[in-house]
């Protein structure tokens, strides 16, 4: 079983939608949770923290479920500069290993 | 503040060649370094992953081998190249101190052929 889980997508989306991802993660030790975006054939960079109340950057939210072990993202007003495959993260108790999920990959239409 | 620096950017290698990718830190010290693989349209595939000099954890059995010589490089090997090992190879870092996120170099592109 994967430790991470995300639908691939892709999710084709007009500008100015507001599109969410979830991601599920197997090990219920998982403590720290990230979104990453990684734009074609380049590294992958990190978008935002995820934290137990939920954050907020912008136009961009990340939730926390602990219970069901999933975390989400949400993008709102979505630009053409959006387009991206969105990377969940898990990192385990020790922080020692740092777990990536397949990816989902968002188009921004105009 | 921290770089990390990652070569070759790209590399042709044929099969049954060996393989050395580099990776080195600067401005930091005992990072917790890590390579990762990206087959072409997949995620993120964890390789191994090292807390300090000497100490190196493989995640998955394969035809790769990692070494960290000195606190801020951290090597990946092979002997003998195979097909599969076709991939973008991801070298990370991240503090040993916090839960911080991990910081990527820029990649090597390996194509085995």
């Known amino acids: 079983r994967k430790e991470v889980e995300q639908d691939p997508g892709p999710f084709n989306v007009p500008e100015g939608a507001t599109v969410a991802f979830n991601c599920t993660y197997s090990?219920?030790?998982?403590?720290?949770f990230f979104w990453y975006r990684q734009d074609c054939r380049k590294e992958p960079k990190l978008l935002m923290s995820?934290?137990?109340s939920g954050n907020e950057d912008g136009r961009f939210t990340a939730q926390l479920n602990r219970a069901s072990q999933y975390i989400s993202l949400l993008i709102r007003d979505s630009k053409l500069s959006d387009s991206a495959t969105y990377l969940c993260?898990?990192?385990?108790?020790?922080?020692?290993?740092?777990?990536f999920g397949s990816g989902t990959k968002l188009n921004v239409k105009p | 503040s921290q770089t990390i620096h990652q070569w070759p950017a790209t590399l042709v290698q044929p099969v049954g060649s060996p393989l050395s990718l580099e990776c080195t830190v600067e401005?930091?010290?005992?990072?917790?370094l890590y390579w990762y693989r990206q087959a072409a349209g997949r995620g993120l595939q964890l390789l191994f992953y090292?807390?300090?000099?000497?100490?190196i954890s493989s995640e998955v059995p394969q035809n790769l081998s990692a070494s960290r010589p000195q606190d801020r490089q951290f090597i990946l090997s092979s002997k003998k190249l195979l097909l599969s090992d076709s991939g973008f190879y991801l070298c990370?870092?991240?503090?040993?101190?916090?839960?911080?996120?991990?910081?990527f170099g820029q990649g090597t592109r390996l194509t085995v052929v």
């Open positions: 993260v898990v990192s385990l108790y020790n922080f020692n290993k740092f777990y």
């Open positions: 090990n219920s030790a998982s403590q720290s």
């Open positions: 995820v934290y137990s």
């Open positions: 401005g930091t010290s005992n990072p917790n």
């Open positions: 990370a870092w991240r503090s040993g101190l916090l839960a911080d996120e991990a910081f």
């Open positions: 090292s807390v300090g000099i000497g100490q």
